[in-house]
């Protein structure tokens, strides 16, 4: 059974701090990684999708890594904002279907 | 607008009560899903379904109902065998079952009483 675990559980940064968070996974046989964003008491908002053949992606000030082999994502997130304050949840879609397994979210809090 | 809509956003349940959860989409999407949030915690899969009038069990089915009678609504039953509902709900959806991102609502919050 796939599992997700996500490093640290919670952060706190001040402004302007470039941070990395850490995904590893138990089972490389995955379709696709992707990173959330969730607000307290929100839906989650899609930020990369890694497919298995890609390696990294990017948008803005966010850049999201992959290996696949050694079962490991992070999401670098440069020149931190606090409207960055949020949960960052991974998760990994397996080969054979559907299934999204989520790991448990970093809890990131940026200081003005 | 195109997207996810669940209600009610608060839903308090007595004992042995049944509750259903709505959660409809426009979005032309052939996949739903519905996870379970507790606090602190990851998602958990109930139910997903990625074609009309067809759905599996998730991780954690045991308790819930689902039907997928229209392409666009995914309704969530939680019925009295579940024992600990109290969590935040949340609906998804995704243009085909494998591979393409996937759009979540605004959640639902349901609280026994």
């Known amino acids: 059974k796939q599992e997700v675990t996500q490093i640290p559980a919670a952060l706190s940064v001040p402004e302007g701090e470039n941070l990395v968070l850490n995904c590893s996974f138990t089972?490389?046989?995955?379709?696709?990684l992707q990173w959330f964003r969730q607000d307290p008491g929100k839906g989650l908002t899609s930020l990369l999708l890694?497919?298995?053949?890609?390696r990294e992606q990017t948008s803005g000030r966010l850049n999201a890594s992959l290996d696949k082999s050694s079962g490991r994502s992070t999401l670098y997130i440069a020149a931190s904002q606090p409207g960055d304050s949020a949960t960052y949840l991974c998760?990994?879609?397996?080969?054979?279907?559907?299934?999204?397994?989520f790991g448990e979210g970093t809890q990131l809090t940026v200081n003005p | 607008d195109g997207g996810i809509t669940q209600s009610p956003k608060y839903l308090f349940r007595k004992e042995g009560q049944n509750v259903t959860l709505s959660c409809e989409q426009n979005?032309?999407?052939?996949?739903m899903y519905w996870y379970r949030q507790d606090p602190g915690q990851g998602l958990r899969l109930i139910y997903y379904?990625?074609?009309?009038?067809?759905?599996q069990k998730g991780d954690i089915a045991e308790g819930y109902s689902v039907s997928r009678e229209k392409k666009e609504s995914f309704p969530l039953t939680v019925t009295s065998a579940q024992k600990n509902p109290t969590a935040f709900y949340l609906c998804?959806?995704?243009?085909?079952?494998?591979?393409?991102?996937?759009?979540f609502g605004e959640g639902s919050w349901l609280t026994v009483v």
């Open positions: 998804a959806s995704s243009p085909t079952g494998n591979g393409n991102t996937i759009y």
């Open positions: 089972d490389s046989a995955i379709y696709n």
């Open positions: 890694i497919q298995s053949s890609q």
């Open positions: 998760a990994v879609l397996e080969t054979s279907g559907s299934r999204l397994t």
């Open positions: 979005l032309n999407h052939d996949a």
């Open positions: 379904s990625q074609i009309v009038n067809d759905f």
